[in-house]
């Protein structure tokens, strides 16, 4: 899909052929005696529209209006989350047969917050999943102009929104592709056609070459599929070689049975997607090709599959991760855990300044945040602002959960280092302190995205998040003066929570997202 950005009033909306005119209504419009403003008015007047976020008016062959089809849609205060919801409401009027050019308009002065969010909306409403659905019709929209009073100002936002929503749009593809279509070596693939972008990089490596790794926990969870795994690494190269990277390391379970700690059967077909935090590291370095910011960046990708079998992780065993420390194995649905502490030893090889994994972690972060927000553990305080001022920027929002050392103590074990659960309570946090053991004092995050990378129910499918936050980030750090490490805080100061946004939903828990 391609987009332009034009300047352009509703006289000039008036004139533009296109297949759909939407039209972005907000409280106390004003206009003259040009046909879409008389239009507006006479709606207002008769009370057959109003422009809160969410109503709408669906007009056909409107006299003095070059479009076929025109769409009337209220923002509100013209907000971005306003814009979002509304356009989510032209769902079915962009992906209508026939409808291949539309002109999306602002009628009165909009924000860059607000046409980023109506660039990212419209990629995410028009996208239809037809790769193992051949007889769904694919939506025909190619082309969008988006109208603004002035260009110039929100240029900059416009281009980071196509970016981001063409990374979230890879990651939401991903997401939703039946295991059987997104094995471990599929990942690879896709990852390898990314190294086809200037500034990227790809290397994979297999089963021998992660056993000379000694990368014990990563192996272990590998052992009971037929699918050989895959470490996948990608690098970014858009500053000095000098810089230190940044490390994103995605957990990439294509399939998730739980192991001999089998799932229940009801919804585990949902367990595809235990490999979103993968597909969010390959639609962050989508985006990065295509932005091509000034900074460095790995990206990291354990993926296998969890599947009971002969030569399956037995609960009670003990592995040695790629640090030298034993984990007792409690659980062996409590495997994402177990490929991310050896990714993150592998990344921390390359001497970050930051490292942050993403994972559909725990269903425990379902319970507590919904699908609202992101669960954001982090070590350090200037790390987990940034990453919390990135959410807000992008609309992928998160919240930050403890890290007392506390709550480690449950996962002290008589057999090993650590043991890879400990009890219900907190089990989030607890999942995180776990990972914690494995980053020593390198600035440090975890996205739980157990709760935001996917919808159940109706909705059923992969949500692309979160892209969104992870480049608004990236963005952010680069332009930063030397792209300089946050600050290592120290421990009492890590486990405090600055973070005051409102407070999210919750939803009811499906299965464990380990």
């Not at 607000?114 to 037809?130: D, E």
């Amino acid at each position: 899909m391609n987009f332009d950005l034009q300047s352009m009033d509703l006289r000039a909306a008036a004139s533009e052929k296109c297949d759909q005119l939407v039209l972005l209504v907000a409280e106390g419009f004003s206009g003259g005696a040009d046909p879409l403003a008389v239009i507006v008015q006479d709606a207002l007047r008769h009370k057959d529209f109003e422009p809160k976020p969410g109503k709408s008016l669906a007009l056909y062959q409107c006299p003095g209006v070059a479009a076929r089809r025109v769409l009337l849609l209220g923002i509100g205060a013209g907000d971005a989350r306003s814009v979002r919801q509304a356009v989510l409401g032209a769902q079915t009027a962009l992906r209508t047969p026939g409808v291949r050019r539309a002109v999306l308009c602002f009628a009165a002065e909009a924000s860059a917050q607000a046409v980023s969010a109506a660039v990212h909306t419209v990629v995410h409403a028009a996208y239809v999943y037809t790769h193992t659905k051949p007889k769904a019709q694919a939506a025909t929209l190619q082309r969008v102009v988006v109208g603004v009073a002035r260009p110039a100002d929100v240029a900059e936002g416009f281009a980071v929104a196509q970016a981001v929503a063409q990374g979230a749009q890879l990651a939401r593809e991903w997401g939703n592709r039946p295991a059987n279509h997104a094995t471990p070596r599929l990942l690879a693939d896709a990852a390898r056609a990314l190294a086809k972008h200037p500034g990227i990089d790809c290397k994979v490596l297999g089963p021998a070459e992660v056993e000379r790794l000694k990368m014990g926990a990563f192996l272990a969870v590998a052992r009971g599929s037929e699918e050989p795994l895959r470490l996948i690494e990608l690098r970014y190269t858009g500053a000095g070689r000098k810089q230190a990277p940044v490390v994103l390391v995605g957990k990439g379970i294509t399939f998730d049975t739980g192991g001999i700690s089998i799932k229940p059967a009801p919804e585990m077909d949902e367990m595809k997607f235990d490999m979103c935090g993968a597909a969010s590291v390959l639609g962050v370095f989508r985006a990065l090709a295509q932005l091509q910011p000034e900074i460095n960046v790995v990206g990291l990708i354990p993926a296998c599959e969890n599947m009971p079998d002969g030569r399956s992780l037995k609960p009670g065993d003990v592995v040695t991760s790629m640090s030298g420390q034993t984990i007792e194995v409690l659980n062996t649905d409590a495997e994402g855990r177990l490929v991310l502490c050896d990714a993150l030893g592998y990344g921390m090889r390359h001497k970050p300044a930051a490292i942050v994994d993403i994972a559909t972690l725990t269903g425990a972060c379902v319970i507590a945040l919904g699908g609202v927000r992101s669960g954001l553990f982090a070590s350090d305080d200037g790390l987990a602002k940034a990453l919390l001022d990135a959410g807000e920027e992008a609309g992928d929002p998160a919240w930050r959960m403890p890290l007392d050392e506390e709550y480690a103590e449950g996962l002290k074990s008589n057999f090993a280092d650590l043991a890879n659960v400990a009890g219900r309570p907190a089990g989030s946090v607890t999942a995180a302190k776990f990972l914690q053991a494995f980053v020593g004092d390198v600035p440090w995050a975890h996205l739980d995205i157990a709760g935001t990378a996917w919808k159940g129910g109706a909705a059923k499918g992969a949500t692309g998040r979160p892209v969104g936050l992870l480049v608004h980030w990236l963005l952010a750090r680069a332009a930063a003066p030397a792209a300089a490490p946050a600050p290592v805080t120290s421990p009492k100061a890590r486990t405090r929570n600055k973070a005051t946004p409102t407070r999210p939903a919750a939803r009811t828990a499906k299965t464990s997202r380990e």
